[in-house]
């Protein structure tokens, strides 16, 4: 199959408060350069360099959000910007980006991506989409990337993996047995012991029609309003009255023809400051920066500091704390407490809205 | 006496690197609201409203803050503000301003004080300083303010106490036995046991007469120099070449004409960061900030914090950090090694010097 037929969808439309101060409402984490030089929906883009070129890539967001996108990607036409009236979770996202290619391309295969996840190398990436599109178009089926765990983590959903259903190149496409929520400790030790386990990398991979045919079955409330909307005209009406439901659970957990490919090279979501050590180089004594700031560490260790281009972060003697400076705003936090930074956010809600 | 004839000198001219980030080269710690809303300096000078106008206020600082000083202190009239063309430590500071006060007015009694203290209640301190310009003018004396140790101070010089020589109101003028630098932990206990021992605050008292005596008798060499070059013409000349020596060691130390009026109430040279929580407003878990900045505290006790007005500062269960916001740097630092700042700033001085 040639790449022309590939198109990817760029789900950009996320919030929330775990990256307070850096992201705020108007400005969510995808459009931070928390890993990277550039935003990450910017970095997510280009990690499709070769393989899908910005003409073929749509980018799903929110209203207050499409000028974030815009600014992150110059380049991007202004026809690949798809704007949902209201956030409904990933299953209409990816319904109204499923039938705007398919106006387009009703050939295609659709690559769907997260504008926020940080994947490497790009080329093994790019091989393992190429691979995804191949088992695609093959088999029809749904297909998605699993990532081999490397550690009983409780922050993932897991998919079963079930027999060898075909190969593309280096890559194993895999019936899926189940998807499964996150897991407690004892449940994502055993997945990781069974050896049968991957994580969900939130990636999926599919022909248009595959896609279609699927949310006709189990998503027909979400897939009908919109296409009766058509693009356009009246989505503003039907959105808000939408379920609000994620692809997975909606749409692949019921699905029966479901493959998944193994990946075994560098997945992270990126679900909090603590994950910056996971994606970015550490000094010599464990500290890592984000941002484009700069640090100067003096007796310090194992700290994540964020802070824009030109500004400086003095760190003396302390160790394991969350630094960022954002705008008017920064944050001091012990990195294992890191999940207690929504009681600021919350109060702040309160107390100074405006600082959100 | 009537109060026409009191001249205060405001020394403003001092440098440092123990407040970095807030204060810069180009903005010293006199310079920001490091105690209160408005900048030290200009705190300095409301202190003595209703005993000294600024009218009789002199500001001595060098040339590069000189535009500080107009700003911090707008109504100053230009002719106050003398400038030094480089520092050369309090005594020649002192000479400066005591030349110009006797151009004014030979009769005058001068009141020196440093621009970055605190002291407090504001009214006391007056009733303070008219008690010692009665003193000054009585025995023509060299007179000085000795707060009453609360603790074994290490990091204050000591006056030891003699024989009380007059009274002035609620005030004892006692004579000076002599000046002790900086003392040990064991000498200190041992002063703060003795009783006889106060804190010398830097503040001096005294005629336009026997401070010209004293620095004619004990500092030829940088009163002459300053008498020859006159106000404005050669001073940038005679400046550099002056010895760089503190008022209290060139003059107040050899002389034998010294009185010291004790006072009780708070003083602070505010040192450092740690000093804040010592004249700054406490929240219930011990938390301060300055600068005019917001605190959000969550779970976070006996914090120092800085930051501008419009700023916040979020703090999530931390204990014990100095946390400074300032321009386009900021600090993290454990108060109880604030003073290893300095690696800090020596680093900078290498590598980023347009951050001090």
New interface residues.
């Given amino acids: 199959m040639s790449d022309e037929r590939l198109y990817a969808v760029v789900m950009a439309g996320g919030s929330g408060t775990r990256f307070w ?1 850096a992201s705020r409402r108007a400005r969510p984490k995808q459009f931070l350069p928390i890993a990277g030089d550039r935003p990450m929906v910017a970095e997510t883009c280009a990690r499709l360099a070769g393989l899908v070129p910005l003409e073929r890539v749509l980018v799903v967001t929110s209203g207050d959000l499409a000028g974030e996108v815009r600014a992150a990607l110059p380049e991007l036409p202004a026809a690949n910007l798809l704007v949902e009236p209201v956030g409904r979770n990933t299953a209409p996202c990816v319904a109204l980006a499923a039938l705007e290619i398919a106006r387009r391309d009703p050939e295609a295969v659709q690559l769907v991506l997260p504008a926020d996840h940080v994947i490497e190398p790009a080329e093994a990436f790019r091989a393992s989409l190429r691979a995804a599109a191949a088992e695609a178009r093959r088999a029809g089926r749904l297909v998605t990337l699993g990532v081999r765990p490397t550690f009983p983590a409780t922050g993932y959903g897991y998919i079963e993996v079930g027999d060898v259903l075909a190969r593309h190149g280096a890559h194993e496409a895999h019936d899926v047995l189940r998807f499964v929520e996150k897991p407690d400790e004892a449940r994502a030790r055993e997945f990781l012991a069974a050896g049968t386990f991957l994580w969900n990398a939130g990636v999926f991979v599919y022909t248009t029609a595959a896609v279609l045919a699927a949310l006709r079955e189990h998503a027909p409330d979400i897939l009908a309003p919109l296409e009766a909307a058509g693009r356009a005209t009246g989505l503003e009406e039907v959105y808000p009255a939408l379920r609000a439901a994620p692809f997975d659970v909606a749409v692949m957990e019921p699905s029966r023809a479901r493959s998944v490919l193994p990946i075994d090279y560098a997945w992270n979501d990126v679900g909090a400051w603590t994950s910056l050590p996971e994606v970015l180089p550490l000094d010599a004594d464990g500290n890592c920066v984000a941002g484009g700031g ?1 640090l ?1 560490a ?2 310090a260790r194992d700290n994540v500091v964020f ?1 824009g281009p ?9 160790e394991g ?1 969350v ?1 960022v ?1 954002a705008g ?7 990195k294992d ?1 890191a999940q ?2 929504r ?2 956010v919350e ?2 809600q309160r ?2 809205p405006d ?1 959100l």
């Fill in positions: 101060p700069a100067v003096e007796g802070a030109g500004e400086l972060v003095a760190l003396v003697d302390v704390l630094v400076r008017d705003a920064m944050l001091v936090c012990p407490r207690d930074v009681r600021v109060r702040l107390e100074a600082k």
